[in-house]
């Protein structure tokens, strides 16, 4: 089974880089541009078809390794096989 | 002793032996990222800069969960003393032994330069040389410098005197012109509660001979030495 973790920056942490792509776009004539947030996708391949045991461990993965929780916040976007 | 972790890419980890041995005349052994245990009667734990396994996924990272993390966090918990430089202040942070996170410049650019930060909150075990309101000359040289913290977290530190050292001019006013990477509160380097695990972004090792541009990384590296020494722990 795969899983697909998404991990941003907290909503009040600045995003330089997600800053600096939203002026790039307004730059390139994007002007409806208002706010860019960048942050990290992980697709993940796990050896088991069960979903409970998948989400149990994608969840610790993320507040053990993928997330930094002082700075991040992250979300399991998807399971898929 | 004082103990220099080597992660798989530390650079600092041999100037900072360097001034611990050289300059300050201390035993000072590198020791591997995969010791499981830190080398008999160290007094001390010294975590130097570089980039610890690439920076992958976040800076100090990985590096949290190297075997001899154990060992560090077992002597920080026992009291002694611990400095973090840079990537040792990430790690730090990442490990859980001091608040706060290191994030990407506010400006994006890779900082390499000398700044000057104000001493907050003077005495031992990290500067105990130095006094409150002096201003130290050292080099930063950084990506992920921008020291964040929650709001509450931060009033937490602030009224426990946990903020070390803050990015100043030269005069020593702390205000958004001197702050290099948009560290909040101009913050640039902080203790844990207990007052014996200390993390700064600027390279005390790197400014220890007048030769290669000042000396006033031995304000905190001597007084790390006095500490030990006066513990009765050292060599």
Redesign the interface.
């Known amino acids: 089974m795969k899983a697909v973790v998404c991990v941003m920056?907290k909503p009040d942490?600045?995003d330089?880089?997600g800053r600096?792509i939203q002026r790039a776009c307004v730059t390139l004539g994007y002007d409806r541009v208002v706010d860019v947030r960048q942050g990290k996708v992980f697709e993940i391949e796990l050896r088991t078809e069960d979903r409970a045991t998948a989400e149990g461990l994608v969840r610790e993965l993320c507040e053990k390794?993928?997330a930094?929780g002082?700075?991040e916040d992250w979300r399991i976007e998807r399971f898929a096989d | 002793m004082f103990a220099v972790i080597q992660f798989p890419g530390s650079n600092d980890d041999r100037d900072m032996r360097f001034a611990m041995k050289s300059v300050l005349g201390v035993a000072a052994e590198l020791v591997w990222h995969k010791n499981p245990e830190l080398p008999p009667g160290t007094a001390g734990v010294l975590l130097p800069g570089g980039f610890s396994y690439g920076d992958y996924l976040r800076c100090g990272a990985m590096a949290r969960f190297s075997p001899v993390m154990t060992a560090v966090r077992r002597f920080a918990e026992a009291g002694g003393p611990v400095l973090g430089t840079c990537n040792g202040f990430q790690v730090l942070c990442e490990a859980g032994l001091l608040p706060g996170a290191l994030l990407r410049n506010r400006d994006l650019d890779f900082l390499c330069d000398w700044i000057h930060v104000r001493v907050e909150h003077a005495g031992a075990p990290f500067l105990s040389r130095a006094r409150a309101g002096q201003v130290l000359r050292l080099p930063i040289k950084h990506g992920e410098g921008r020291y964040a913290i929650a709001a509450d977290a931060l009033a937490g530190l602030e009224a426990g005197g946990q903020v070390l050292l803050r990015y100043c001019t030269p005069a020593g006013a702390v205000d958004e012109t001197a702050n290099p990477n948009g560290s909040i509160g101009n913050i640039a380097g902080v203790r844990n509660a207990a007052g014996n695990v200390m993390g700064l972004m600027p390279h005390p090792e790197h400014a220890v001979e007048a030769l290669t541009g000042g000396t006033d990384g031995l304000a905190l590296l001597g007084s790390l030495v006095d500490a030990v020494t006066a513990a009765g722990r050292s060599r």
């Open positions: 920056l942490v600045l330089p880089q600096a390794l993928l930094n002082v700075i």
